[in-house]
């Protein structure tokens, strides 16, 4: 009944099935080795920063892992599936995961209008970016993420992003509602935004006055 021709691993005897385990033991020093490159970088430029970006890609990432040019992907993308549901205080399950908590936790929260590690003004124009460009392949970086996020945050019911599958749903949808209502024009996060896309803003405004008076 079983045609499964017989496992090499079983033939113990044979010096030659031995290898694919030497293979695949290498392979992984190699992503180890490379995977301390990457953290030791990480460190110089805003960890935390990079950490989110990251975790913002791996959550919406369609690409199989090898095709995806994004270097460290499936990791990410494995920290972001255990990191969004793991409470451990001193998980050791992923190196990274107390502090990918930590990370998403402080965005969820973060009202700091200059804060390094969410800079919210670059989100927000990332995001109005995202809201309308329309290429296939686009050269500004992260758009496919930000474009994800942005219809994302639109449609997202939740309110503390605890729950919620994306890493960066609850502060983003703060930033937007923040910008909705800013009426600050020197604003930190909104001025550089609202002069970059002016004629676009005041397009919009137009075109939103007209839909009140139609209704
Ligand atoms: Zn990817
Ligand atoms: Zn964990
Ligand atoms: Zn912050
Ligand atoms: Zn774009
Ligand atoms: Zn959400
Ligand atoms: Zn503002």
Known sequence: MDSHPPSP???????????????RQTALERA??????????????????????????????TKSSRLCPIRGCADFRMLWQHARSCRDPECEVHPRCVEARRVLEHHAKCRKRTCPTCAPAETLS???????????????????????????????????????????CAGVRRLLGHH??????????????????????EARR???RTDELAS
């Open 32 to 61: 180890k080795a490379r995977d301390e490159k990457v953290r030791e970088c990480q460190t110089r430029v805003n960890s935390d920063r990079a950490l989110l970006q990251m975790l913002n890609h791996a959550s919406t990432c």
């Open 180 to 201: 909705r209502r800013c009426g600050d024009p020197n604003c930190v996060i909104c001025k550089p935004v609202v002069t970059k896309c002016k004629r676009l803003f």
């Open 126 to 168: 990332m995001l109005y970016h995202a809201s309308l460009c329309k290429k296939k392949v686009c050269e500004v970086a992260h758009c496919v993420e930000f474009r994800m996020l942005w219809q994302h945050a639109r449609a997202c019911p939740g309110s503390d992003g605890r729950c919620c599958a994306h890493p960066m």
């Open 9 to 23: 691993l079983e033939e113990t005897d044979d010096v030659g099935a031995l290898a694919p385990i030497f293979r």
């Open 206 to 208: 137009r075109l939103r």
